[in-house]
């Protein structure tokens, strides 16, 4: 199985920055791309932001200039930089991995993995 670790969260003031990592391990081929994703209460979960292997990006509008996703193909590791941090970026995050598992072209299985989630709280 591919596992994602995720760690980060906490509470932070308005304007306050804060750093999201996530971990991906097991048997992994490769990954083609990592994502992270919120949920606050009451609302859907919605797309923030999304790094693949060569680097390519994509943000959220409502994140865009704010949030940076960078990522380490060497250690499975996707980190998301959060500054000026609103209220309304309270929420669950989510980190997310997709691509394949196994030890060759071969044998090789694609996944979909989540990690647990983790509270971000922006607040006075």
């Known amino acids: 199985q591919v596992q994602l670790v995720e760690s980060g969260g906490g509470l932070v003031q308005p304007g306050g920055s804060l750093r999201l990592s996530c971990a991906a391990s097991?048997?992994?081929?490769?990954?083609?791309?990592m994502g992270w994703y919120r949920q606050a209460p009451g609302k859907q979960r919605e797309l923030v932001a999304a790094i693949t292997s060569p680097g390519n990006t994509n943000y959220a509008d409502s994140v865009k200039g704010r949030f940076a996703i960078s990522r380490d193909n060497a250690k499975n590791t996707v980190y998301l930089q959060m500054n000026s941090l609103k209220p309304e970026d309270t929420a669950v995050y989510y980190c997310?991995?997709?691509?394949?598992?196994?030890?060759?072209?071969?044998?090789?299985?694609?996944?979909?993995?989540w990690g647990q989630g983790t509270q971000v709280t922006v607040s006075s």
């Open positions: 097991g048997s992994i081929f490769s990954i083609n791309v």
């Open positions: 997310n991995a997709e691509g394949y598992r196994g030890s060759s072209l071969i044998n090789r299985k694609s996944f979909s993995s």
